[in-house]
């Protein structure tokens, strides 16, 4: 199914702006129970985002964890490279018991910001630049 500026883009829940807008929305209300972080920003200085997330769920890193190398460790363990190297993600499926099950690689590409738009041409990147401005405009959310 092509893009179209016409037809909201729809996740299996629903409008994925509303998904998107809904989270940054109650992030910016009740900053103490919503903690929304961006895969770019994560990507960037993931450090820091480890803590803030252990912070955050009210499990801060000791000065001992933190010279121990713990940080560096989770961050280890969660990269693309490891979780994308397990066999349960290299051919397990996600919810095999429903008629329709997805292929846990599919979640897989590549890791790399803005490599989405090697799969579209300048007119579908135009398009999406302009459903992504007029979505977010007012809302003090930037994406990149």
Aim: one cysteine or more.
């Amino acid at each position: 199914m092509g893009l179209s500026m016409d037809i909201p883009c729809i996740s299996c829940c629903g409008p994925y702006w509303d998904h998107i807008l809904g989270y940054w929305k109650a992030s910016q209300e009740r900053p103490e129970r919503i903690l929304f972080l961006k895969y770019e920003d994560m990507k960037r200085d993931a450090r820091n985002d480890v803590k803030m997330l252990a912070e955050f769920i009210g499990n801060p890193f000791t000065i001992e964890e933190e010279k121990a190398g713990t940080i560096e460790n989770i961050i280890n363990l969660c990269s693309f490279e490891n979780l994308s190297n397990m066999e349960v993600n290299k051919s397990g499926k996600h919810r095999p018991e429903e008629p329709i099950s997805i292929e846990n690689r599919i979640y897989f590409r590549k890791a790399k910001d803005g490599d989405w738009e090697n799969y579209f041409t300048e007119e579908m990147k135009e398009k999406v630049d302009k459903l992504t401005h007029e979505q977010l405009i007012g809302t003090g959310l930037v994406l990149k």
